[in-house]
């Protein structure tokens, strides 16, 4: 029946335009008329008609002018009228305040999408399926690496060691099935994955090898070692970005480590791949945007260092409308008003009123205000950049010392990276550059390479490569975006692997670059403020020379002159002829 019905739509849409240019058709055309009645009229009339045809041709092309001034001042204030209803209190797409959803929902949310198929091993991948229609020329890109023709025939010794493995998951023994998913795992890396193993494909095995590891997350969860899961989570969305329980167990990682903005974007990816990859069941959707929205009100309450606003709009924000968002959180925030500024190129969303079957979704201004207005600026610095760095240094072309790392550490990893985390939580995509985000997580890996914080920087590092993997399927990506991706992926994974070259990383590369421009912005700004103070100073003391030569000059003048008292007492002299 929904076939015939869009097969309908499609027949009904052809026919539409031919009968708008039938109608077209069916319109005399008035000019050609015109012509042949001016041929038919005497040629002393001509010019007359002519006159009067123009005369009318430019009233009707003055009235023309008026009523599209006329609609656009209407559409103007219509669009003017729509954003301040916007703003106003009542209107629903504005937050509610925090409505804390309980912890117990969030275990039972958990406990339906997260720790899934525990009864029986399911190859969880093989529900991964190409969605028909709109779906897959959304996302074109994700067309090869989403489908799934069948699942793939596995090893036999790996199928034992898994079934053993799920057994003492079931038993409750989680440490001892944890083991055994281990060595699946290195079975898997070894090359016994599949049944035939020269004739399966790099995604079979990848997809075979993302299950083991989301069997490692669930475990080390049920252990209580979400540090030991974390890993783990990042890997299985590398190796299988398409699946969104992948992305939903992450986020349950970093729930329990409590990393809320990091667990809100996870959740957030979760839900869009849920649609994309043909999810139809909207219980689902909504428990994924429930707790999408869970980890979002509880970042927000556990953040002391700043606050956030997001304002709904509909075009684009001019200034004295940013002004005035700025105002409305000064009043509503009065405690983070050391720096106030909202993200410029941020097309923001929020689960209560997004809705991936129809977009665009409701998008949203982010306003930030802070208690540090030091940390504000570099936020605000940083946003307006289309690639991030985090670079501070006083002497950025010398060798970073240790001291210079513990506190480079101090301000990025402590107080920068926490709300740029929070910023993501509700930015699906990137219009500067699909990369920023993997960009500033290789930025942090390298500041903890620096301190020599090994364990910390591998999961960075694993981070960045999952959301390196994802990029393609939440957004449309240009060749040089596409280029970028593959050289940080690579230069990611040698990192990771240990592998030591002359060649430098990509990412260090453009931290050069940036600080590079940020000296000859510098260098430009100190040279531009020098030239000014020295032009003030030529003028000051271009005026006080003036002035010191008007007053020798007045003075001169005086002295010249003979007061009346002085011309009475001076003797006077007899003329003698």
Not at 65 to 78: G, M, Q, V, W
Not at 192 to 204: H, I, L, M, N, R
Not at 369 to 395: C, T, V, Y
Not at 448 to 468: D, H, K, P, R, Y
Request: with cysteine.
């Amino acid at each position: 029946m929904s076939g015939w019905n869009e097969t309908s739509q499609q027949k009904h849409a052809n026919k539409k335009p031919n009968i708008a240019a039938n109608k077209l058709n069916d319109i005399p055309e008035a000019p050609q008329e015109v012509k042949k009645h001016l041929r038919d009229v005497a040629v002393e009339n001509m010019e007359r008609i002519k006159m009067a045809e123009n005369k009318k041709e430019n009233q009707s092309n003055d009235a023309d002018r008026a009523s599209r001034k006329r609609k656009s001042e209407t559409n103007e204030k219509l669009t003017e009228k729509k954003e301040a209803a916007m703003l106003e209190p009542g209107n629903r797409l504005i937050p509610a305040p925090l409505s804390h959803i309980p912890l117990k929902t969030l275990l039972d949310i958990e406990m339906k999408l997260v720790y899934i198929d525990e009864e029986e091993i399911s190859f969880e991948f093989a529900e991964v399926v190409m969605p028909a229609g709109r779906r897959s020329a959304h996302r074109g890109c994700a067309t090869t690496a989403m489908s799934a023709p069948s699942v793939p025939q596995v090893n036999n010794q790996l199928q034992v060691a898994l079934w053993d493995a799920s057994d003492r998951y079931r038993q409750k023994n989680y440490a001892v099935a944890a083991a055994q998913f281990a060595t699946a795992l290195e079975l898997c890396s070894k090359g016994v994955a599949t049944g035939k193993p020269f004739d399966s494909s790099p995604e079979d095995i990848s997809s075979i090898a993302s299950f083991i590891e989301t069997k490692l997350v669930t475990c080390y969860l049920k252990l209580g070692k979400p540090d030991l899961a974390l890993s783990h989570s990042h890997r299985s969305i590398f190796l299988n970005p398409a699946y969104f329980r992948n992305h939903l167990r992450q986020a349950a990682v970093f729930r329990c480590l409590e990393r809320y903005s990091e667990a809100a974007r996870s959740a957030m990816i979760a839900d869009y791949m849920y649609w994309l990859t043909g999810g139809t069941e909207q219980h689902i959707s909504k428990l994924i945007k429930l707790y999408w929205q869970a980890m979002i009100e509880e970042a927000i309450t556990r953040e002391e260092s700043f606050s956030v606003m997001y304002t709904p709009f509909v075009t684009k924000v001019k200034v004295d409308k940013t002004d005035k968002i700025k105002d409305t959180f000064a009043k509503k925030h009065p405690d983070y008003v050391e720096h106030i500024y909202t993200d410029p190129h941020g097309l923001h969303i929020l689960p209560q009123t997004t809705e991936w079957s129809s977009p665009p979704p409701q998008q949203y201004l982010l306003t930030l205000g802070f208690r540090n207005k030091h940390i504000g600026k570099i936020l605000e610095k940083l946003s307006s950049r289309k690639l991030p760095i985090f670079s501070d240094r006083k002497a950025p072309f010398s060798p970073i010392t240790e001291e210079e790392s513990r506190r480079h550490w101090e301000t990025v990893g402590k107080k920068i990276v926490p709300v740029m985390d929070f910023i993501r939580s509700t930015k699906l995509t990137d219009n500067f550059c699909a990369c920023s985000r993997v960009i500033e997580k290789l930025h942090y890996a390298s500041i903890l390479g620096q301190l020599q914080q090994v364990t910390e920087q591998s999961q960075v590092i694993n981070q960045a490569m999952a959301e390196l993997a994802s990029i393609p399927y939440l957004q449309d990506i240009s060749q040089q975006d596409a280029e970028l991706l593959q050289s940080l992926m690579a230069d990611a994974m040698d990192t990771l692997e240990g592998r030591r070259s002359d060649k430098e990383r990509v990412w260090n590369k453009i931290e050069k670059i940036g600080i590079i421009e940020d000296f000859l912005y510098q260098v430009e700004d100190s040279y531009l403020k020098n030239k000014r103070l020295r032009a003030a100073r030529r003028e000051k003391m271009k005026m006080k020379r003036l002035q010191n030569t008007q007053q020798q000059s007045l003075g001169n003048t005086k002295l010249s002159l003979t007061s009346p008292k002085d011309m009475a007492t001076q003797p006077t002299r007899k003329l003698t002829l």
